[in-house]
């Protein structure tokens, strides 16, 4: 199927925009001027000095002892980095729902299932350990540290030359930048693909995009058509999320570093003056990335564990358990109700701090939190019974889904959502109508129903997610799951 260089595509949060085709780019993280946190230290140790005096051989010891720490726990970080990879189950990857641009991976063909189908071709015979949806497109990582994309490319977010359309119906490596990096996690919008390598480096192609149109990923309004190394990062990251058009990382000294879209507050360190495209810094401000600087809790500075997005939320978890939260909130999404719609600085969520939580999975408009016991917890907006809550209705505040034991992981779409048990059973529910339930039909769900199919008779689920209009499962046979348990 050849489709015309110009097209009318939709984004995870269903508005309907105009995509220009990417033109091929190689370049390397070129962005604005480096706040005090990216600068590196030579440049800080340089600017205190007056010219002239001689320089301090203690201080010199001093400063070779603190590279040598510094060195030794980089090495430490990527070792953690590569177990914790290595420790992952590995499967298969099955699609449906709805991939009239791809994302299925099933070929030009199939852009409907109703039911789990495997993807093959260059996956065939590929151990997968990780998955993410993106709104139109699917990432995949492998056992040996490969990553592969399909579906929708009008951004570049398959990070790999697409010579014809019928290329973005299968799986494809990604290559250039990647080849020979060992890639321990990956993350997925909208428009932008991201990937983390066991030395803390972030890669990223693709774009972001705000209401105005393509705001660019590391250059302003330029899309990257193959994967950009973040050279402007001094300190290596230990983990990635993806909302709709903005990217969250946590850097090894526990700050948290975004960049993309605005709007909405999700960046949580740009003012909402200032988030509006209109001035001259915006797309400066947005696609640098730089620290989000947390409100002290007791006199003591937070220091982040864990971070999620939903498309147009941030959720940063601390070594405490306290929870902080910007972005939009116009559902009480954050966990803020009663509350402005927007908040363009993290603010520290009450009701998200009482006990201690596993999991995040943000949608559009709702929130998904799966706690250390095993139970899952829901709010925000609950049109087509995307909270799982028996109803329509929306909650303020995380309400317990009582059908739920035992859970894993928990995922979601833009208006749908997932879970996991430790036997690799799997649920879904929210709205019907692009076939992601496994259902089969297009009705909404209001509650968690199993999800079911012949491709997952034998197979256990270890991990599901969704996008604008399709589901992604990775699964194993049962036999491998029962030796290797939910670990």
Known sequence: ????????????????????????EDVSDQTSPQSEDNMPASNLQGAGRRRGRPSNPLKRSSESAQRDEESEAKKLKKLELLQAFDSLPHGVMLCLGTGEFG????GENTTTRKKPALVTKDLEGKRIKKIVAGGMHTVCLTEDYQVYTFGCNDEGCLGRNITDDEEEFEPGLVGGALEGVRV?????????????????AVYLWGSFRDSHGKLGLVREYKIESAPTRLVSLNRPIVKIASGGDHVAMIADNGKVYTMGCSEQGQLGRIARYFSNRGGRRTAQLCLHPNPIHLPRLNKTSPHARDVFCGIYSTYIVTTSGDVFACGLN???????????????????????????????AG??????????????YALGRGDYGMLGLDSNDNVNKPTKLPSLKNICRVG????VSYAVDVSGEAYAWGMGTNLQLTTGEEDDELSPVAMSGKNLEDRAVLAVDGGGLHTVVLACDKSDFAKGGDS
């Open 1 to 24: 199927m050849v489709r015309k260089a110009t097209k009318r595509t939709k984004t995870a949060s269903g508005a309907t925009s105009m995509r220009d085709s990417p033109k091929e």
């Open 103 to 106: 994302q299925l991976g099933l």
């Open 184 to 200: 321990v996690d990956i993350s997925a919008g909208d428009s932008h693909t991201a990937a983390l390598s066991d030395d803390g």
């Open 330 to 360: 116009n559902y009480h999404q954050l966990g803020m109700p009663n509350e402005e719609e927007d908040f363009f600085n993290p603010v520290h969520v009450p009701l998200l701090s009482d006990r201690p939580w596993k999991m995040f």
């Open 363 to 376: 949608g559009m408009h709702h929130l998904i939190l799966l706690d250390e016991k095993g139970d899952v």
């Open 412 to 415: 979601t779409g833009s208006t």
